[in-house]
């Protein structure tokens, strides 16, 4: 079993930066990828960003490149998720994924489905 623990979440203005960490714990004994999920009120989860084990490898969304960065830290079983000029369309609760079998890119791709493990979510919020 792995847990995942999201954090950072908060309220924001339009335009801010925030950043979110996630930590892995439990038997993360394998290379997995990790990713970022979002769930906006009254509409189905999305994907954000994904990033396979060795960090040189990653995948986004169109809605956040340019914007959002993600990275990791093995030696701390940590994703992060860097977030940049900020829009009220960006409020939504964050989930992080992590996954042994997949890409980043398939993580993205298959829109999260088949994801082995889910984080319990953090809310961003993006309002003046």
């Known amino acids: 079993q792995v847990q995942l623990e999201e954090s950072g979440g908060g309220l924001v203005q339009p335009g801010d930066s925030q950043g979110l960490s996630c930590v892995a714990s439990g038997h993360t004994f394998r290379t997995y990828t990790m990713g970022w999920f979002r769930q906006a009120p009254g509409k189905e989860r999305e994907f954000v960003a994904a990033?396979?084990?060795?960090?040189?490898?990653?995948y986004y969304a169109d809605s956040v490149k340019g914007r959002f960065t993600i990275s990791r830290d093995n030696a701390k079983n940590t994703v992060y998720l860097q977030m940049n000029s900020l829009k009220p369309e960006d409020t939504a609760v964050y989930y992080c994924?992590?996954?042994?079998?997949?890409?980043?890119?398939?993580?993205?791709?298959?829109?999260?489905?088949?994801?082995?493990?889910w984080g319990k979510g953090t809310l961003v919020t993006v309002s003046s």
């Open positions: 994924a992590l996954d042994f079998k997949t890409t980043a890119q398939a993580m993205g791709l298959r829109r999260g489905n088949g994801v082995d493990y």
């Open positions: 990033i396979g084990w060795s960090g040189g490898s990653t």
